[in-house]
């Protein structure tokens, strides 16, 4: 684990030179140098705290050679001594950013957490400075690219417009204030993040009689400890289940409680702290508020767009969302006669419930389809043969833990790129599920590589590799691999700025709901989901009665995402001078959704959305509407027809952010 690689370095023309190659089964050969690129082979994702703050000051160093290499041009300004360099230099602090945001979410050693912590810090700050950064702005805007071919004059135009929403153009004074503001931003969303990544809360049960109603499976694995106690933890493989069929309420209700506290109460000053020093520096950049800064360059526009899309969506989903909710309300009656409302900690036990009996489908009778071996590698397979694509794994590097598997791209006998999964819980790790850049892709230049942190049943915990999974885990590695092809086909573009997946942040989620819809289709399901012990695939009349069954609660779930989406914008529209955020909390639960606000909980010191999509979260049901719009087309041809999926991974995936996203789906 502690063994590392060495770092291959030659100097060609006073830059790095990095190779270029995937591994190849059996023997190595040697694989063409290109300049500005780590070689995928030689790059450790393990690193020492040491190691890693060396390596991030090197990328440093040669970010700031980059950057005084443009600003001394002395003659007239061209691609090759402007943007050139722009682009190489922005790939060094690229690859330091990301690789601090990832080991600081995945590391288990608490020590190379804070010094990553540290690298993003530092790439990020050095990233502000430069988008501040006059004589780099001026050498920019005397940039001719009239001639350019139209990815470049889309990149370079992009790039003008992040100098001015930095705020190149404002008085030194100010320009420093920013700069201070946005290194204080970062430093607090780490702080936030961190606090939840580090909050696992468990209940101790007393009897197995108190997992009445799990599946024999998660009950096996979850046998009384030394003191004679079973553990329930807040993690997504525990908590999921039990909340879903756990039949004792007293405890399915202390689980939410301790699940909706997470990061509280540490997390609710850094909150305030957060939202307080964005709604500064949008107003130092001439914004009347945070939302209305981060809305200007998405395809909304605006924070009153972002507002009336909410309220739009909400409308259209409350008659039905209250329809579901009546149905919940007359089956917990027959638990519990005179009931009048139906809990939010509740809502999954009783959905599950009518799922069962109303539309005679108990989604534990898909479980024993879901072994999770068998999805991981049916995903595989199944996006392989859409997309003309092929998985090698790759062994013998020097990852950040045993569980990371490392996997070349190929397309035909072309390496394209690679991904990495880190699927399992453990102490220490990001909590959720999400995909991490860690190398963006450039054509000729560098390959792109991703990392997908999940937190899936582990089969090693089970004795006979069991890991069963709910079918809402099989649409979360769905919509997760969703982002990594995104970032793998996406990264082949020229310049930075447009390879990789840097569309407009509410088209980001599109591609990644696109494939969930795989998961819900007789013709792709069968391909993989094959009962454990029989072997038989998931028989067609279950996914149809899965599929009707999942429809009921549709109106319920758009409506509480409506409310986490008003959370995330009316928390960054407005002056925060007297913002109580459990106060307004209450207030928009009220509004938006049909559960009521549960006494004692803060569940906004948990929702890590409002760090890292701060007011956007409206995206998830912006971006869907488009997914749904991309599907139909596989509706007409077939879902498992590789023609079409290929013409969308070369019309919409591969494109990356070379052109708007209005155009990518027009």
């Excluded at 792109?448 to 090693?460: E, I, Y």
């Amino acid at each position: 684990m502690n063994t590392k690689q060495t770092l291959m370095r030659t100097v060609t023309a006073g830059m790095i030179v990095m190779a270029a190659g995937c591994a190849t089964p059996g023997a190595r050969r040697p694989q063409p140098e290109a300049p500005g690129l780590w070689s995928l082979d030689a790059t450790p994702l393990d690193r020492t705290p040491e190691e890693l703050t060396v390596q991030t000051t090197e990328h440093l160093a040669w970010a700031k050679a980059l950057r005084d290499r443009i600003v001394e041009v002395t003659g007239p300004r061209t691609i090759e001594n402007t943007l050139v360099p722009y682009n190489r230099m922005m790939m060094h602090l690229d690859a330091s950013r990301n690789e601090g945001e990832l080991l600081a979410a995945v590391h288990p050693d608490p020590a190379v957490r804070e010094a990553a912590e540290e690298t993003q810090r530092r790439a990020t700050k050095m990233i502000t400075e430069l988008k501040l950064d006059r004589e780099l702005y001026e050498a920019f805007a005397a940039l001719d690219v009239s001639h350019a071919d139209a990815e470049t004059r889309f990149v370079v135009e992009k790039i003008l417009r992040e100098f001015r929403r930095a705020g190149v153009d404002k008085p030194e004074e100010v320009r420093k204030r920013i700069a201070r503001l946005n290194d204080e931003i970062l430093k607090t969303g780490q702080t936030f993040a961190r606090n939840i990544r580090d909050d696992i809360r468990e209940i101790v049960l007393d009897s197995p009689a108190d997992l009445a109603g799990l599946p024999a499976d998660w009950i096996e694995k979850h046998k009384p400890g030394k003191d004679g106690k079973i553990h329930v933890t807040t993690q997504y493989p525990d908590y999921i289940p039990f909340m879903t069929y756990a039949k004792n309420a007293d405890a399915r209700r202390e689980l939410y409680l301790k699940f909706r506290n997470r990061g509280y109460p540490q997390n609710l000053e850094v909150l305030d702290t957060l939202i307080a020093k964005r709604y500064e520096l949008a107003r130092l950049l001439g914004y009347d508020n945070w939302a209305d800064y981060v809305t200007e360059d998405k395809m909304i526009e605006s924070g009153e767009n972002a507002r009336k899309f909410i309220d739009r969506i909400a409308k259209l989903a409350r008659g039905p969302a209250q329809r579901d909710y009546a149905v919940l309300l007359e089956r917990k009656r027959k638990d519990v006669p005179g009931a009048t409302s139906v809990a939010d900690w509740e809502k999954d036990y009783y959905a599950n419930l009518v799922r069962t009996e109303k539309f005679a489908f108990d989604p534990q009778s898909v479980r024993p389809y879901f072994n999770f071996v068998d999805v991981r590698d049916g995903l595989f397979k199944l996006t392989q043969e859409l997309f003309g694509v092929t998985y090698r794994q790759v062994h013998g590097l020097n990852l950040w833990h045993p569980d990371v598997t490392a996997w070349d791209v190929y397309d035909k006998d072309r390496c394209i790129g690679r991904f990495y999964l880190d699927l399992h819980p453990r102490p220490g790790k990001y909590s959720h599920a999400a995909q991490f850049d860690y190398r963006t892709g450039i054509r000729g230049v560098r390959l792109p590589q991703a990392v997908l942190v999940c937190n899936f049943p582990d089969p090693r915990k089970s004795p006979e590799g069991l890991a069963l999974m709910e079918h809402d885990e099989v649409v979360t590695f769905f919509h997760e691999f969703g982002h990594l092809l995104h970032a793998i086909f996406s990264g082949h573009n020229r310049w930075i700025g447009s390879s990789g997946i840097s569309t407009e942040w509410d088209f980001v989620e599109a591609p990644s709901q696109m494939l969930e819809h795989w998961c819900y289709n007789a013709d792709a399901l069968r391909t993989f989901a094959r009962h454990y012990q029989t072997g038989e695939p998931i028989p067609v009349d279950l996914v149809e009665k899965l599929r009707k069954a999942s429809d009921f609660g549709k109106a319920l779930h758009v409506a509480h995402q409506m409310f986490y989406a008003a959370v995330s914008l009316n928390y960054y529209n407005r002056d925060p001078k007297d913002l109580d955020t459990t106060g307004l909390m209450v207030e928009l639960q009220k509004r938006y959704s049909p559960f009521d606000y549960v006494e004692g909980t803060h569940f906004q010191c948990s929702f890590g959305h409002l760090d890292q999509y701060s007011a956007i979260y409206y995206t998830y049901m912006w971006s869907l509407v488009i997914a749904k719009d991309l599907f139909s087309r596989f509706e007409k041809e077939g879902v498992l027809n590789p023609r079409t999926a290929r013409d969308y991974r070369r019309a919409v995936l591969e494109p990356g952010g070379s052109k708007k996203a209005a155009d990518l789906v027009a």
